[in-house]
């Protein structure tokens, strides 16, 4: 879900749906000029304008709630992708090829085992409130995670293996492992300041919600907030990397997509990209408009169909109401082989995805997997009605399934009501299933969230945004990412808990050899497809559009032909240029002004005939949403 929404990444991907893709990320954003605009940040923009001395504000458009700002519990993709902004990690990874650069750690080294890691923290940073920023600060981070439960609710997998962190000095962070880890220069995890975040009593409740500006070390500040409503940010004029060139950001929330486009066109808002794309239509419309651009570039994000497999604690004790049938693998595997996936990205995405295969999309091409001719499920409604048959699940007079209890066999769909794919492939599910005897109910929920937690669903549309280390994607359908109690937040996505895909990922986790851990990750991605608790439909392209009156340049990520909301990183948001400003936008950190959107990007929509360059079927593969 980049929960569906999800994580995206870890800056998790949890939308619940969390949803990923083939070279980059996709995401949904939108950027504008205070100046002359109503917003409600700004009810009365031309005196606004006056008293604040004309700040820049770059306003972008999203169609998912923060579920916290507390980085130790934010799963979606719209808190994850905040959390990059207010807080730095220990490093990043660049626009250009996903490679890993220096963030709050300017270096690092491990021991010749392996089990002993030394960062070294730059001296150049300090908090918002002009406290210097140390080793301690990462130090308390880790080890609160190590030690909370409740603070390792989003990022936990990251430290599960930490044996212990010191800070022997305020420049060096030691990390001992109980055995060795590959995601050691890919830690996912936002490091808060302990002078700040020590006084919290408990991390299970606290939201960091309430005492405004938030203290912070990323380029830019959370100065205000109002749940489904905005969340507003300041530039940090003080930030090591340098200051952003926006002096504010803010995300706001439009529930209907629909609205979201039409702000964008009138100018209230600068980016839109939808929950988590534009579709097609929409992105066809917004072609033809003036001062308008559309970009579209390979996804980082999935879009897939998840099982409940009966949802359960660590300890295996049983909750929710997930349908008994779906704990058959043939029902399991009936229901999937009566998807056409190439329908779906044909109609419902118009093209702008490629067929779903593994887990990992074909963006990060040594971990992308594709299932064998005779291993994978193609669309074949007649094999599914056999092994329904099978299943003991034969069809009645009325052509209804049903069971040897004599009852019918029903099901129901979690769906996003803000995700306009979720009820159009809805509609085709209930065509496909039904002609097998099936019954759906497409549930579509303002919040998935809470009943996704609670295990009360059969099934459920899923997506998350995935990393360029395929780690956290993987750790959530881990037996350890399960709950503690029921019905409380945790890392898992769908209750899956399987030995061998625990032992796979065991091994993967230390295993250095590029290649060697690549064969693993993809016999992880097999052994989750035969289970048949996940089903990959597509690998939506990420499709978003920006105001070129307000906006001059802004970086996507890869910069050659990639997205620009939910990255792997900051770059979009503290690169992006006025459109009023006459100096050159100045790279860092690997960027280049030549590679940034407003030169125009190789995958980016024909303009002049409204139609979006398809990166249809291409073999390219991150909060859950």
């Given at each position: 879900?980049?929960?569906?929404?999800?994580?995206?990444?870890s800056?998790?991907p949890?939308?619940?749906?969390?949803?990923?893709?083939?070279?980059?990320?996709?995401?949904?954003?939108?950027?504008?000029l205070?100046?002359?605009?109503?917003?409600?940040?700004?009810p009365?923009?031309?005196?606004?304008?006056?008293?604040?001395?004309?700040?820049?504000?770059?306003?972008?458009?999203?169609?998912q709630?923060?579920?916290?700002?507390?980085?130790?519990?934010?799963?979606?993709?719209?808190?994850?992708?905040?959390?990059?902004?207010?807080y730095?990690?220990?490093?990043?990874?660049?626009?250009?090829?996903?490679?890993?650069?220096?963030?709050?750690a300017?270096?690092?080294?491990?021991?010749?085992?392996?089990?002993?890691?030394?960062?070294?923290?730059?001296?150049?940073?300090?908090w918002?409130?002009?406290?210097?920023?140390?080793?301690?600060?990462?130090?308390?981070?880790?080890?609160?995670?190590?030690?909370d439960?409740a603070?390792?609710?989003a990022?936990?997998?990251?430290?599960?293996?930490?044996?212990?962190?010191?800070?022997?000095?305020?420049d060096?962070?030691?990390?001992?492992?109980?055995?060795?880890?590959?995601?050691?220069?890919?830690?996912?995890?936002?490091?808060?300041?302990?002078?700040?975040?020590?006084?919290?009593?408990?991390?299970?409740?606290?939201?960091?919600?309430q005492?405004?500006?938030?203290?912070?070390?990323?380029?830019?500040?959370?100065?205000?907030?109002?749940?489904?409503?905005?969340?507003?940010?300041?530039?940090?004029?003080?930030?090591?990397?340098?200051?952003?060139?926006?002096?504010?950001?803010?995300?706001?929330?439009?529930?209907?997509?629909?609205?979201?486009?039409?702000?964008?066109?009138?100018?209230?808002?600068?980016?839109?990209?939808g929950?988590?794309?534009?579709?097609?239509?929409?992105?066809?419309?917004?072609?033809?408009?003036?001062?308008?651009?559309v970009?579209?570039?390979?996804?980082?994000?999935?879009?897939?169909?998840?099982?409940?497999?009966?949802?359960?604690?660590?300890d295996?004790?049983?909750?929710?109401d997930?349908?008994?049938?779906?704990?058959?693998?043939?029902?399991?595997?009936?229901?999937?082989?009566?998807?056409?996936?190439?329908?779906?990205?044909?109609?419902?995405?118009?093209?702008?995805?490629?067929?779903?295969?593994?887990?990992?999309?074909?963006?990060?091409?040594?971990?992308?997997?594709?299932?064998?001719?005779?291993q994978?499920?193609?669309?074949?409604?007649?094999?599914?009605?056999?092994?329904?048959?099978?299943?003991g699940?034969?069809?009645n007079?009325?052509?209804?399934?049903?069971?040897?209890?004599?009852?019918?066999?029903?099901?129901?769909?979690?769906?996003?009501?803000?995700?306009?794919?979720?009820?159009a492939?809805?509609?085709?599910?209930?065509?496909?299933w039904g002609?097998?005897?099936?019954?759906?109910?497409?549930?579509?929920?303002?919040n998935?969230?809470?009943?996704?937690?609670?295990?009360?669903?059969d099934?459920?549309f899923?997506?998350?945004?995935?990393?360029?280390?395929?780690?956290?994607?993987?750790?959530?359908h881990?037996c350890?990412?399960?709950?503690?109690?029921?019905?409380?937040?945790?890392?898992?996505?769908?209750?899956?808990?399987?030995?061998?895909?625990?032992?796979?990922?065991?091994?993967?986790l230390?295993?250095?050899?590029?290649?060697?851990?690549?064969?693993?990750?993809?016999?992880?991605?097999?052994?989750?497809?035969?289970?048949?608790?996940?089903?990959?439909?597509?690998?939506?392209?990420?499709?978003?559009a920006?105001?070129?009156?307000q906006?001059?340049?802004?970086t996507?990520?890869?910069?050659?032909?990639?997205?620009?909301?939910?990255?792997?990183g900051?770059?979009?948001w503290?690169?992006?240029?006025?459109?009023?400003?006459?100096?050159?936008?100045?790279g860092?950190g690997?960027?280049s002004?030549?590679?940034?959107?407003?030169?125009?990007?190789?995958?980016?929509?024909?303009?002049?005939?409204?139609?979006l360059?398809?990166?249809?079927?291409?073999?390219?593969?991150?909060?859950?949403?």
């Amino acid at each position: 879900m980049d929960r569906p929404e999800q994580h995206g990444s870890s800056t998790n991907p949890r939308t619940r749906r969390g949803r990923l893709r083939l070279l980059a990320a996709s995401g949904v954003a939108a950027m504008s000029l205070t100046a002359g605009l109503a917003t409600p940040l700004n009810p009365a923009p031309h005196e606004a304008e006056a008293a604040d001395g004309g700040k820049k504000t770059l306003t972008v458009a999203v169609a998912q709630s923060v579920d916290s700002l507390s980085p130790f519990l934010a799963q979606t993709l719209v808190s994850t992708s905040i959390h990059r902004l207010m807080y730095d990690f220990l490093t990043n990874y660049d626009a250009k090829d996903n490679s890993t650069v220096p963030a709050m750690a300017t270096e690092w080294e491990s021991s010749d085992d392996k089990l002993t890691w030394t960062y070294t923290i730059r001296s150049d940073a300090k908090w918002s409130d002009g406290e210097k920023v140390t080793a301690e600060d990462a130090a308390w981070t880790f080890n609160t995670m190590m030690e909370d439960e409740a603070a390792a609710t989003a990022n936990g997998s990251f430290t599960s293996n930490f044996k212990k962190v010191t800070a022997p000095g305020p420049d060096k962070l030691v990390v001992e492992l109980k055995k060795p880890q590959a995601t050691m220069t890919a830690l996912d995890v936002p490091v808060v300041p302990k002078h700040v975040w020590e006084k919290v009593d408990d991390f299970s409740k606290f939201n960091n919600d309430q005492d405004f500006p938030v203290v912070g070390n990323g380029p830019f500040v959370l100065t205000e907030y109002k749940r489904d409503s905005y969340v507003k940010l300041t530039a940090n004029k003080d930030y090591w990397r340098g200051a952003p060139k926006f002096d504010e950001l803010v995300f706001r929330y439009y529930k209907d997509q629909d609205a979201a486009v039409a702000a964008l066109r009138k100018g209230e808002v600068s980016f839109a990209a939808g929950s988590p794309s534009l579709t097609p239509a929409q992105a066809n419309s917004l072609a033809k408009a003036d001062n308008i651009k559309v970009n579209e570039g390979p996804g980082r994000r999935f879009f897939a169909l998840a099982v409940n497999p009966g949802a359960r604690t660590k300890d295996g004790e049983e909750f929710g109401d997930g349908h008994p049938a779906l704990q058959d693998a043939k029902v399991r595997e009936a229901l999937f082989t009566a998807v056409d996936r190439e329908t779906i990205v044909d109609r419902v995405f118009q093209g702008n995805a490629v067929e779903g295969e593994g887990y990992i999309p074909p963006r990060f091409g040594d971990y992308f997997w594709k299932p064998s001719a005779g291993q994978k499920r193609a669309y074949d409604p007649a094999k599914a009605a056999e092994l329904l048959d099978d299943a003991g699940y034969e069809k009645n007079a009325e052509g209804k399934r049903v069971g040897k209890d004599g009852k019918p066999l029903d099901f129901r769909i979690l769906c996003h009501a803000t995700d306009p794919n979720d009820k159009a492939v809805g509609k085709y599910l209930q065509e496909w299933w039904g002609e097998l005897g099936i019954g759906l109910k497409v549930d579509c929920l303002d919040n998935v969230s809470d009943p996704w937690a609670a295990g009360e669903y059969d099934l459920a549309f899923d997506g998350w945004s995935v990393n360029p280390d395929p780690d956290f994607v993987l750790g959530i359908h881990t037996c350890a990412a399960l709950p503690n109690k029921p019905k409380e937040s945790s890392a898992t996505d769908n209750f899956i808990c399987d030995k061998q895909f625990d032992k796979l990922y065991g091994q993967q986790l230390a295993e250095y050899d590029p290649a060697k851990r690549a064969d693993l990750v993809k016999q992880m991605q097999s052994r989750l497809y035969d289970t048949g608790y996940m089903n990959v439909l597509a690998y939506p392209n990420a499709v978003e559009a920006y105001r070129t009156d307000q906006i001059k340049s802004i970086t996507t990520m890869p910069q050659a032909a990639g997205n620009i909301y939910g990255q792997d990183g900051y770059w979009s948001w503290w690169s992006a240029v006025p459109a009023d400003d006459d100096a050159e936008s100045e790279g860092s950190g690997g960027l280049s002004t030549g590679a940034m959107v407003g030169i125009g990007a190789a995958a980016v929509l024909v303009i002049g005939a409204g139609v979006l360059f398809g990166l249809r079927r291409r073999a390219t593969a991150e909060d859950r949403e």
